[in-house]
């Protein structure tokens, strides 16, 4: 939602954008009260690491949206301002991910969470 927002994108996977729809302010306030019932439902899980390891994903998320706005002088810069960017905005969302998992995994109860 608030990728939208900051690409004033009108549509979302082929159907309105919720900033289109309701506006940049509305949007933001659904966009927080996501994250904040997500990381809820993650404190809930009681795993610190976890928190701490899904806490990464945010903030390279805004570092990515960050590197977004900035221009690179040359050839090289501009590939490796690229592929860091893109790590910052999807990949480490994956990656970070799998690796909850794979912690979550070390414990034995932990499978309860995705019942």
Same mark, same amino acid.
């Given at each position: 939602?608030?990728?939208?927002?900051?690409?004033?994108?009108?549509?979302?996977?082929?159907? @309105? *954008?919720?900033? !289109?729809?309701? =506006?940049?302010?509305?949007? &933001?306030?659904?966009?927080?009260?996501? /994250?904040?019932?997500? @990381? *809820?439902?993650? !404190?809930?899980? =009681?795993?610190?690491?976890? &928190?701490?390891?899904?806490?990464?994903? /945010?903030?390279?998320?805004v570092k990515?949206?960050?590197?977004?706005?900035?221009?690179?002088?040359?050839?090289?810069?501009?590939?490796?301002?690229?592929?860091?960017?893109?790590?910052?905005?999807?990949?480490?969302?994956?990656?970070?991910?799998?690796?909850?998992?794979?912690?979550?995994?070390?414990?034995s109860n932990?499978?309860?969470?995705?019942?």
């Amino acid at each position: 939602i608030h990728d939208d927002i900051i690409d004033q994108s009108k549509f979302r996977r082929g159907r @309105s *954008s919720v900033n !289109a729809r309701w =506006g940049a302010l509305k949007a &933001v306030l659904v966009g927080d009260h996501i /994250l904040a019932v997500a @990381s *809820s439902a993650i !404190a809930k899980i =009681g795993d610190a690491r976890v &928190v701490e390891t899904l806490s990464k994903v /945010l903030d390279d998320l805004v570092k990515g949206e960050l590197m977004q706005f900035a221009n690179q002088e040359n050839q090289t810069e501009r590939f490796q301002h690229y592929t860091v960017k893109t790590y910052r905005k999807t990949a480490s969302l994956i990656s970070n991910s799998c690796k909850a998992v794979a912690l979550l995994s070390q414990n034995s109860n932990s499978y309860e969470y995705f019942l």
